[in-house]
């Protein structure tokens, strides 16, 4: 009697569910299906399913909200998602909206979009969501990428007439259980539905701000745990990492979820939240929007996410990353390829005097000499008060404007860049320099985004002088010092990441070291996209011998540390001696034939972490089916071996050609089952700077 009683009970409950299902969704077309290249939307059957080619997707409404019941890698057809889920909606507010809220769809609109071309072409899928209950409207957001290995997901939320924010959680919280602290999450943006039970293990990663304090190699940049043990019986909570990867079949296959936030380790920035692996799946937290900030005259954006699904082990894993990453934050080559020069490299601590008039008429033919082509004066060229991050008023200091500094520029072809404040610069500003100097490369410093209008702000500055000058202009967003700004995985829309700042004497802490400089550089490459990224690159020879051994390397070794990134001459050209100035010429020449092929490559580090006795360096692969890329090698200054086996990546098996880009000499290696082959450097402190093909 009593299991009739329960089974009626069940039904019933189903019933209801169907039912409200039904009438939360009513006068929806229920049935639309959009393509675009490989890229598809099917919403039918009260349930959406996207799909790339490379992953599909699929969420159910059930009256609370979008739940996600199948993330598939569609490559090797595994479905990641448990047939069940702990929640009745992806996302949540606790307090306000939870799993016995109502929800009524409003619309599901689909289309092609690319963000007013700040993004790639995608499938744009927009639910808007109304809880009466709560006084909130939510948009959900998914984008879908055309042969990419991810989704993008966000949400968007506006307040109706007699919201209440008292009350609601604005962060991650905390409870006291027998003597100890257990952390209670905040709101959620994301959830799946993830088998913790069977056999599998969780790589949390993420990287560091302020890279100019972690120069040191007991201060690497990249934060990397991988935790074993399974079944998960009790929460795991993260708080510090940007991404999470899951790994099954021995860390062969699984899925990786990236926040697209400014988080970074040592830097919760805005609201930024954790991950929770439990019994229960995965929950993402952190909207970026405390209940606040949430208004009722718009929506306002929380940070997204990235679900992305991988195989082929942790190589695979970073490849997929870095392509989704890209089909997010497209590089341009005429927009974002160059070699950027600053004049506060050779400061000593103090670079402001290199913005006189003088020193620039100088330093343009030198640098076109070598063969910079981006000019970047750094502060010190502005005519209005202050300096550092009170400086304002960006017109040019000097007696006729740009004009005698563009005149000379002209003539040999050098483009400019300028520095400024992030928060004090004005878009009027910044479009009116663009005008009068055709291009400009902006370094955009000394910011701080302590709430969601900050970010706004900014992000509507950088968009308006885009759009204003498109594709003669970009930025560099400057991670330095501890505050809240942009993180590794966030605005990379509107150009680089400006790296670490280094220089040749003063401050002491910042004196380049040449094994420092590339074991960063190494680090950064495993989870970054290294396009994205300006390295500053220094003068050897000019280096304190008291502090750094820079004078034992070459000006080419050094500059070689660049290649696979955005190079930044951070040094002045006037102070190469004849024979540097022939060097550093001699290898930009060759840099400047393949830098065109090298940014359009995913780039992986490969040796040994640089330590200053290593072999170490970098393998630029244009895709792991294609047949070419490059590699780069460096025998540290303390290293005996003049011969090594470097393991590459995807080239098991496989015979390959090798040229040496500098002097055309080509050799066939055929790799071993491990995809090891052996190269030969004869000197210590010495590189390779190697191009390579598939032989079929």
């Not at 991950?275 to 900030?293: A, H, K, N, Q």
Request: aromatic share 12%; with cysteine; glycine share 8%.
């Amino acid at each position: 009697m009593a299991t009739h009683f329960l089974f009626r009970k069940n039904v019933l409950l189903i019933i209801v569910l169907y039912l409200s299902v039904s009438i939360m969704s009513a006068g929806i077309p229920d049935n639309k299906i959009v393509e675009y290249r490989n890229a598809r939307v099917v919403y039918k059957n009260s349930r959406i399913t996207v799909s790339t080619g490379m992953i599909e997707r699929t969420w159910l409404w059930t009256g609370t909200g979008w739940l996600t019941t199948g993330i598939k890698n569609q490559i090797t057809g595994k479905d990641y998602a448990k047939s069940t889920g702990k929640f009745r909606s992806d996302w949540n507010l606790p307090g306000s909206l939870t799993d016995s809220s109502e929800a009524i769809l409003e619309n599901v609109a689909i289309s092609e979009n690319d963000d007013d071309g700040f993004t790639n072409k995608h499938l744009q899928v927009i639910s808007t969501i109304s809880y009466p209950g709560s006084k909130l409207e939510i948009q959900h957001v998914i984008w879908v990428f055309p042969g990419a290995p991810g989704i993008r997901t966000q949400l968007r939320v506006k307040a109706t007439d007699g919201f209440s924010p008292e009350g609601l959680p604005d962060n991650e919280g905390k409870r006291i259980d027998s003597g100890h602290w257990i952390a209670v999450p905040g709101a959620r943006s994301e959830y799946l539905p993830i088998d913790f039970t069977v056999e599998n293990a969780r790589r949390y990663w993420g990287y560091y701000n302020n890279p100019g304090t972690r120069h040191d190699p007991a201060r690497e940049m990249l934060e990397e745990t991988l935790v074993t043990g399974y079944p998960l019986f009790l929460t795991e909570e993260n708080n510090w990492a940007s991404g999470l990867s899951i790994e099954y079949n021995k860390g062969n296959d699984g899925i990786c979820v990236v926040k697209e936030s400014p988080k970074c380790v040592n830097q919760q920035a805005h609201y930024t939240g954790s991950f929770y692996s439990g019994p229960g799946g995965l929950s993402v937290t952190g909207w970026g929007l405390t209940p606040t900030e949430i208004v009722t005259d718009r929506y306002r954006e929380c940070w997204a996410t990235w679900t992305i699904v991988w195989n082929e082990g942790n190589d695979g894993m970073q490849l997929a990353l870095k392509q989704f990453d890209r089909a997010r934050y497209p590089a341009f080559p005429e927009r974002d390829l160059f070699i950027l020069s600053n004049t506060w490299g050779p400061a000593d601590p103090d670079g402001a005097r290199f913005t006189e008039k003088d020193n620039l008429m100088r330093e343009i033919p030198a640098l076109a000499r070598i063969g910079v082509e981006v000019l970047q004066i750094d502060d010190g060229w502005q005519k209005g008060e202050g300096r550092y991050s009170e400086a304002k008023g960006f017109v040019p200091k000097y007696e006729n404007g740009w004009k005698d500094i563009k005149a000379e520029a002209d003539k040999y072809g050098i483009r400019f860049g300028l520095w400024v404040t992030a928060k004090l610069s004005t878009a009027e500003e910044l479009n009116k320099n663009v005008d009068e100097l055709g291009f400009i490369s902006w370094k955009v410093d000394f910011d701080q985004l302590n709430n969601r209008a900050d970010y706004e702000d900014r992000i509507r500055k950088y968009r308006d002088v885009m759009k204003h000058g498109w594709m003669k202009t970009q930025f560099s967003l400057c991670p330095e010092y501890d505050d809240p700004r942009y993180g590794w995985y966030y605005c990379k829309e509107y150009g680089s990441i400006y790296f670490q700042n280094i220089q040749e004497s003063l401050p002491a802490h910042l004196t380049m070291v040449p094994y420092q400089v590339l074991r960063q550089h190494w680090l950064m490459s495993r989870y970054f996209n290294s396009n994205k990224l300006q390295v500053m690159l220094q003068n050897p020879k000019r280096a304190n011998p008291e502090r750094s051994d820079g004078p034992e390397h070459s000006h080419a070794y050094c500059f070689a540390m660049g290649v696979p990134f955005i190079p930044c001459f951070f040094q002045s050209a006037q102070n190469l001696d004849s024979d540097g100035r022939e060097e550093i010429k001699k290898f930009i020449s060759v840099y400047k034939e393949n830098r065109k092929e090298i940014f359009n490559c995913y780039t992986f580090p490969i040796g040994d972490k640089p330590d200053n006795e290593s072999w170490s360096g970098f393998q630029m692969i244009n895709s792991k089916e294609g047949g070419s890329g490059y590699i780069l090698l460096f025998r540290e200054l303390h290293n005996s071996q003049s011969h090594k086996d470097i393991q590459l990546k995807f080239l098991q098996g496989k015979a390959i050609k090798i040229t040496d880009t500098e002097n055309n000499r080509s050799f066939i290696e055929k790799a071993s089952s491990e995809g090891k082959v052996n190269f030969k450097i004869d000197a210590p402190a010495s590189y390779l700077f190697l191009k390579y093909s598939v032989i079929n």
